[in-house]
């Protein structure tokens, strides 16, 4: 009597995911429109309304936020299956001021004239939602690299509003933008005068509050329907 082998069916070979497939790259752009931190989920203000009166500490807030939201994800995502759930907010900080430290340290270092107008800010980025929430919401599901990509979407996004904010504060609270003076003296002699009210956190928050309305009104996947 022949022994029959039956054969099994290898299973299909999953394909590797490019580094940059299309679902990747939607992670670096749609913070910056569609799902913007700012403008769409509200989140990261306080900062946007602080440091935003001149645009070189706005470019160096917004980097810092960039490195601290790309390597805590990543750190996070990669220990997300050994961290306890009871625990993970404690960890969550942890990491995030571990890394706030670093880039601290960094600005005190080799840009401090930036680092004292940013003053306690930097400190504060601890306590950034934005940060919290790509943590909580998408590094401890997602794989290293996705959250690295995610991190510095959502950190970029992050800062175009606050290079917005800040050029139409220096411009107009200064005629300058970094340190250069864009409006010329000619204009002065006619009678123009800075706007000292652009310089001050309320005219923030109505900049942001008109960049929100603008966004809504014309980026038809936030239009919500009556």
């Not at 960049?211 to 009556?226: F, M, T, Y």
Request: glycine share 6%; proline share 5%.
């Amino acid at each position: 009597m022949s022994k029959e082998t039956i054969a099994v069916p290898a299973k299909p070979k999953k394909e590797k995911e490019p580094l940059f497939s299309p679902k990747n790259k939607r992670l670096l752009y749609d913070p910056l429109n569609d799902n913007n931190p700012i403008t769409v989920q509200v989140l990261g203000i306080c900062s946007a309304l602080a440091v935003t009166v001149k645009m070189k500490p706005s470019i160096v807030m917004a980097l810092a936020v960039i490195v601290v939201c790309a390597f805590s994800n990543v750190i996070i995502s990669l220990i997300r299956n050994i961290i306890p759930n009871r625990i993970r907010i404690i960890v969550q900080l942890t990491v995030v001021a571990a890394m706030v430290i670093l880039v601290d340290q960094f600005l005190k270092a080799f840009v401090f004239d930036v680092s004292k107008q940013l003053s306690v800010f930097v400190g504060l980025i601890i306590t950034n939602c934005i940060i919290m929430g790509r943590l909580e919401a998408f590094a401890m599901a997602n794989k290293p690299w996705r959250s690295f990509l995610d991190g510095i979407g959502n950190g970029f996004g992050y800062g175009l509003i606050l290079v917005i904010v800040s050029m139409i504060r220096e411009l107009f609270g200064s005629g300058e933008l970094m340190g250069y003076r864009i409006i010329p003296e000619s204009i002065y002699k006619l009678g123009y005068f800075n706007n000292s009210l652009v310089i001050m956190p309320p005219m923030a928050l109505i900049i942001v509050g008109i960049l929100i309305w603008i966004q809504r009104s014309r980026n038809q996947k936030l239009i919500e329907s009556k």
